[in-house]
C-alpha cells in the first residue's frame, strides 16, 4: 500500500508560479511510475505530466507543455510539479499518482495508477 499526500496548492495570479510536491510512503526500493491528475469543476479528469522512476523520462499534457515541469526525488520519495505561467484554465484539484506495473514507466492513462492522493487545489484568477 502507499499513501501519497500532495501540497502547495493555493490562490496565485495569471501568469504566476506555484510548486506542489507529492510525498509517498513507499518503500525506497519499489519502482514505481508517477503522474499528476487534474480536475475542474464540471470537467473530466485530465492528464498533466507523468515521470518514470528513473527520472528520465517526462511526458506532459500539450495543454501544459512548456509551463510545467514535473521531477521526482527518489531519495526523498518525492514527486514536484512546478507549474509557471499560470492560466485561469489551470484552476482544478490536482492529484497525485503512482503505479506499480509497467516497469517503473509513467503513464497518461489514469486507469493504470493504483494509489492516488486526496488531492490540492490550485486556482488561478484572471
Known amino acids: 500500500q502507499v499513501q501519497l499526500v500532495e501540497s502547495g496548492g493555493g490562490l496565485v495570479q495569471a501568469g504566476g508560479s506555484l510548486s506542489l510536491s507529492c510525498a509517498a510512503s513507499a518503500r525506497r526500493d519499489d519502482t514505481y511510475g508517477m503522474g499528476w491528475f487534474r480536475q475542474a469543476p464540471g470537467k473530466e479528469h485530465e492528464f498533466v505530466a507523468a515521470?518514470?522512476?528513473?527520472?528520465?523520462?517526462?511526458y506532459y499534457a500539450d495543454s501544459v507543455k512548456g509551463r510545467f515541469t514535473i521531477s521526482r526525488d527518489n531519495a526523498q520519495n518525492t514527486v514536484s510539479l512546478q507549474m509557471d505561467s499560470l492560466k485561469p484554465e489551470d484552476t482544478a484539484i490536482y492529484y497525485c499518482?503512482?503505479?506499480?506495473?509497467?516497469?517503473?514507466?509513467?503513464?497518461?492513462?489514469?486507469?493504470?495508477?493504483?494509489?492516488w492522493g486526496q488531492g490540492t487545489q490550485v486556482n488561478v484568477s484572471s
Open positions: 499518482a503512482a503505479r506499480r506495473s509497467g516497469y517503473g514507466s509513467g503513464s497518461g492513462i489514469s486507469d493504470d495508477y493504483d494509489y
Open positions: 515521470v518514470s522512476w528513473s527520472g528520465l523520462y517526462k
